[in-house]
């Protein structure tokens, strides 16, 4: 009686750990499906401020184009325009900084998940070989 007991908490032990093995996994998908989410929110983000910095950057040169038409003297009052310009060009510089680092952000982020996938599919493969081990 004491030994089919045993056997049958063994099992249920058993029953319990292969559960929470199949739990872990499914959690660590989910995990790994909402770092790769955020992932591409970031990378779409980084997109954005490097158009945005690529639509300053013409506006500026525009501005500086009319900058110089006034400083040779085919328009007046260049500075106003030279001004603006290099407020472009700062907002221009600002948006591609930190599209960059948006970008180098969301690479590293996806590297990350990446490799924990591949750790997690590693160890799923060596749970059967557990199994087998020990039962022999």
């Known amino acids: 009686m004491a030994t089919q007991i045993e056997d049958e908490s063994f099992s249920g032990l058993g029953r319990a750990i292969a559960d929470d093995a ?28 490097l158009s945005a910095a690529i639509t300053m950057t013409f506006q500026a040169s525009v501005f500086w184009l009319l900058a110089l038409a006034f400083a040779l003297g085919l328009l007046q009052h260049p500075i106003g ?6 407020f472009f060009l700062l907002l221009a510089a600002l ?4 599209g960059f680092l948006a970008i180098r952000k969301a690479i590293s982020g996806a590297e990350g998940a990446v490799q924990g996938i591949k750790g ?12 087998v081990s020990s039962s022999s």
């Open 95 to 98: 948006s591609l900084l930190l």
């Open 22 to 49: 199949r739990r872990m996994v499914e959690l660590e998908v989910a995990l790994a499906r909402a770092e790769a989410i955020r992932t591409a929110i970031r990378a779409r983000n980084s997109i954005l401020l």
């Open 81 to 86: 325009y030279f001004l603006v310009g290099c």
């Open 120 to 131: 997690d599919v590693e160890w799923a493969r060596q749970l059967p070989s557990r199994r």
